[in-house]
């Protein structure tokens, strides 16, 4: 079964730093696709980044980019310039893509962005 | 834009009551998800349905059931709730062949069961 692992429960960064999420997953497919998702204070989770394990090419969305080493089954995300408003829990998830099948998620870790 | 809502934002309810959650999605997609969210556990997967009348057992279905007669209307039920059925349910929606298949969420829904 595939598995996503997030190690770190919590981390902080302050306004403007940089701060990079990890994530890795398991699996012995070679064709996935992974996700990032954020999820703000009472608020509702919404799509961040996601990434096709066929596509060599990192991507990127604004501030947010990812570091996908598909040897290593490592995927992380970097945020830039972090804002006040990037504080949230980030869940890392995996589908792979042949099936109908749901996504797999990690555990998230909550980011605290400091004044 | 994709729109999933939930029926209620919070909810109290007494053990052993029949509860039920509902959600809808506007996008005409096939795929529906219930999802509950406990700190240091993250989001595990209850059911999901990829049709009408159509539904698959997630990781941890026991306590719950689901019923789905339209395609924008997935239900998830607790027959007897318990007070270890506290918690956050999140439904989600997808279209099978979409972008990566991406999921949309609701706000959630945060049950009490005293």
């Known amino acids: 079964a595939q598995t996503v692992t997030q190690s770190q429960p919590e981390m902080s960064v302050q306004e403007a730093e940089t701060v990079t999420l990890s994530c890795t997953y398991d699996?012995?497919?070679?064709?996935?696709?992974l996700f990032w998702y954020k999820q703000p204070p009472s608020r509702q989770m919404i799509l961040v980044i996601r990434q096709e394990a066929y596509k060599q090419q990192n991507a990127t969305e604004n501030r947010f980019s990812v570091n996908f080493q598909k040897a290593a089954k490592s995927f992380s995300l970097k945020i830039s310039d972090s804002q006040l408003g990037d504080a949230a829990m980030y869940f890392c998830?995996?589908?792979?893509?042949?099936?109908?099948?749901?996504?797999?998620f990690g555990k998230g870790t909550r980011l605290s962005v400091i004044a | 834009d994709v729109k999933v809502t939930q029926s209620s934002r919070y909810l109290v309810k007494r053990t052993g009551e029949k509860v039920f959650l509902e959600c809808v999605q506007d996008?005409?997609?096939?795929?529906m998800f219930w999802y509950r969210q406990d700190p240091g556990l993250g989001l595990r997967l209850i059911y999901f349905?990829?049709?009408?009348?159509?539904?698959e057992k997630g990781d941890i279905p026991e306590g719950y059931s689901v019923s789905r007669e339209k395609k924008e209307r997935f239900s998830l039920i607790l027959e007897s709730a318990s007070t270890n059925q506290t918690s956050m349910y999140l439904c989600?929606?997808?279209?099978?062949?979409?972008?990566?298949?991406?999921?949309?969420f609701g706000p959630g829904t945060r049950l009490l069961v005293l």
């Open positions: 998830a995996y589908r792979r893509a042949s099936g109908n099948t749901p996504l797999v």
């Open positions: 996008m005409d997609h096939e795929n």
């Open positions: 699996t012995s497919e070679s064709d996935y696709y």
């Open positions: 989600a929606s997808s279209l099978i062949g979409g972008p990566q298949e991406t999921q949309y």
């Open positions: 349905s990829y049709d009408v009348k159509m539904k």
